[in-house]
């Protein structure tokens, strides 16, 4: 039986397939999983909104100016990274989908009023 979160081990195992990260994949919510979240945020502004960031995997002043709004009805890897980074800060986005539905909106209410 696998040791961690499974959860976990699923954004360490698709930010190594997509992101090349180089995790290990054990299911532990720690440091080099956020860094890599971070360094997939940099890389997708990047490839999607030109916005010219050093893929460090640093949340830097320039990387939190970038950052841009997803919504409802979204679709793709930004999605996914939100919903990534939701679960690692204890929330529960439901399935990490990339697919921003009903339950990824009413995480939103928690930070918008």
């Known amino acids: 039986m696998e040791s961690g979160d499974e959860t976990v081990r699923s954004i360490q ?26 360094k ?10 030109n916005k010219k960031l050093v893929v460090d995997g640093k949340l830097g002043a320039k990387t939190k100016a970038a950052t841009v709004t997803v919504q409802k009805g979204a679709k793709g890897n930004l999605t996914w990274i939100l ?18 539905g009903k339950c990824t909106e009413s995480i939103g209410g928690l930070f918008y009023d």
């Not at 997939?40 to 909104?49: D, G, H, I, V």
Request: hydrophobic share 35%; aromatic share 12%; glycine share 10%.
């Open 40 to 49: 997939a945020l940099q890389t997708e502004l990047n490839k999607q909104f």
């Open 83 to 100: 919903q990534a980074a939701l679960y690692k800060e204890g929330y529960n986005p439901g399935s990490l989908d990339s697919i921003f």
């Open 13 to 38: 195992k698709t930010s190594n397939s997509r992101y090349k990260a180089g995790l290990i994949v054990e299911g532990f919510n720690g440091p080099k999983t956020q860094s890599a979240l971070i």
